[in-house]
């Protein structure tokens, strides 16, 4: 054979890489958004992306940032350290390495399993970044920017701001497709001029999409996309896509871009006496929930929940018979990832049972100090 393998880690990374464009480029400048962390029992890398990335697939960018440290990717150990690439413009920055020199394997070594050839050499030790690492123990974020920017939330549309609707595809040759345009990276839009402050080239959007009620607490609002204004004419503006959530299609709501509030940083901190309210639904309804999964607290701002901050969710005291009342019962740890007024959006940190459901109760218990 001719030419050399690619491992699926470094084929997931190059995707990252094309996404990142200039960022990756720039990571001579960001590496001080990079982190460290430490591994607890069971960890893993898919877990470690998900976490960080809310994006489980992106394992392979911190794979590739500890290559010196990571002997297979398949297990990482109790108190390792490891680098967590930072996060630019909603995407992971990867870690660049000195490209690893092509080495020719020895023909008595050909026939090996599973290697061919020719073979990419792993990079050598870095000796001064693995001290860095060392020496350097900055808080971690308790809640990420592109998670934040990403999750939906409850609110009451009569409040929410709409300003326009996406008309249609700027594209000619996609204006008569008869299905549902969903809506790619890059494709240029068409939509009515901005209700309220006028649009100006440059601005951001954000694409929303308007789900069913919840109760009291309003309807769910799901980010789908960001979209750039190029032009404005007389009567309708010309945007870009430049990130996306989920698909984003004509006819979804587009409403003001609201700064990134301060993110919380470092562990939380046990508190007594903590708000207590119930878990309304998931964002999703599924069999069964577990981590990663999103749902609704009827708690928010009013009752002093602020991002980062994690309630337990459980099953109140009860009675077995007449004779025998049984304890409560801690079913999931939530984290708080968005505050509304009057509600909040949680994500499931942990689950130790497969009993986590809406209508439980919930109480906080610890807050990023």
Do not use: K
């Not at 989920?246 to 006496?273: F, K, N, Y």
């Not at 994690?310 to 005291?317: G, P, Q, T």
């Amino acid at each position: 054979m001719s030419g050399c393998t690619s491992t699926p880690a470094r084929t997931i990374l190059s995707l990252v890489l094309v996404l990142g464009g200039a960022h990756a480029q720039a990571s001579a400048q960001q590496t001080s958004t990079n982190r460290e962390h430490i591994v607890r029992q069971g960890e893993t890398l898919w877990g470690l992306a998900g976490v960080y990335y809310t994006n489980h697939f992106l394992w392979p960018v911190i794979y590739e940032a500890n290559r010196s440290a990571i002997r297979d990717p398949h297990w990482i150990y109790p108190d390792q350290r490891l680098l967590i690439p930072g996060v630019e413009g909603g995407l992971p920055v990867a870690v660049q390495q000195a490209a690893p020199a092509m080495a020719i394997a020895p023909a008595a070594r050909a026939g090996a399993p599973g290697r061919t050839r020719f073979y990419m050499a792993p990079p050598p030790p870095n000796q001064e970044r693995e001290a860095a690492l060392v020496n350097r123990r900055e808080p971690l974020y308790a809640v990420s920017a592109a998670e934040y920017l990403s999750t939906a939330w409850l609110a009451d549309t009569a409040t929410l701001g709409v300003r326009a609707r996406l008309a249609g595809l700027a594209d000619p040759t996609r204006q008569a497709d008869r299905l549902p345009a969903r809506l790619l990276p890059h494709d240029r839009v068409l939509a009515s001029r901005l209700r309220g402050t006028p649009a100006r080239a440059g601005d951001s959007l954000l694409v929303v999409r308007i789900a069913e009620r919840v109760g009291r607490l309003g309807h769910m609002i799901r980010p789908v996309a960001i979209v750039r204004v190029d032009s404005v004419g007389a009567s309708a503006m010309r945007l870009e896509v430049v990130n996306q959530f989920a698909d984003a299609m004509i006819g979804d709501h587009l409403i003001a871009m609201e700064p990134t509030p301060a993110l919380p940083r470092g562990q939380a901190q046990p508190v007594g006496g903590g708000a207590e309210g119930r878990l309304i639904r998931f964002l999703d309804e599924e069999p069964l929930y577990g981590t990663q999964d999103h749902g609704f607290v009827d708690l928010g701002r009013a009752s002093g929940l602020a991002l980062g901050d994690e309630l337990i969710a459980f099953v109140e005291a009860r009675r077995a018979d007449r004779r025998t009342e049984l304890p409560p019962e801690v079913l999931a740890m939530l984290r708080v990832v968005r505050v509304g007024e009057s509600s909040a959006t949680v994500r499931v940190a942990e689950t130790y049972s497969t009993g986590l459901r809406p209508g439980l109760a919930v109480r906080v218990v610890r807050r990023v100090q």
